[in-house]
Nanobody, 126 residues
């Protein structure tokens, strides 16, 4: 079992920055990859970023590439999502997620993840 708690969301003007955190507990944190997803009202939950267990491999959705950075601190059991140059279309609830050890699906699909946090709201005003 893995427990995930997101924080750091809020209201920011377009062009501003936020840093989201995802604190994990349960399984050995350094043993699993982690993804960030987001869901806007009336829309599906979309992939944002993924980081490997070691932190050496990071992938991003095209819509955030060059603006968002995912990182992890295994000593603090925390993954971060630094979001710069925010746009109104980035407004959504942001979730972090972890796959179970037996789930080897695509990191870009929400179906590949078994444990989810409660989400944190990010609102970008124009």
């Amino acid at each position: 079992q893995v427990q995930l708690v997101e924080s750091g969301g809020g209201l920011v003007q377009a062009g501003g920055s936020l840093r989201l955190s995802c604190a994990a507990s349960g399984r050995t944190f350094s043993s699993y990859p982690l993804g960030w997803f987001r869901q806007a009202p009336g829309k599906e939950r979309d992939f944002v970023a993924h980081i490997s267990w070691s932190g050496t491999t990071r992938t991003y959705a095209d819509s955030v590439k060059g603006r968002f950075t995912i990182s992890r601190d295994n000593a603090k059991n925390t993954v971060y999502l630094q979001m710069n140059s925010l746009k109104p279309e980035d407004t959504a609830v942001y979730y972090c997620a972890v796959p179970s050890p037996t789930n080897s699906g695509s990191p870009y699909s929400s179906r590949s993840y078994d444990y989810w946090g409660q989400g944190t709201q990010v609102t970008v005003s124009s």
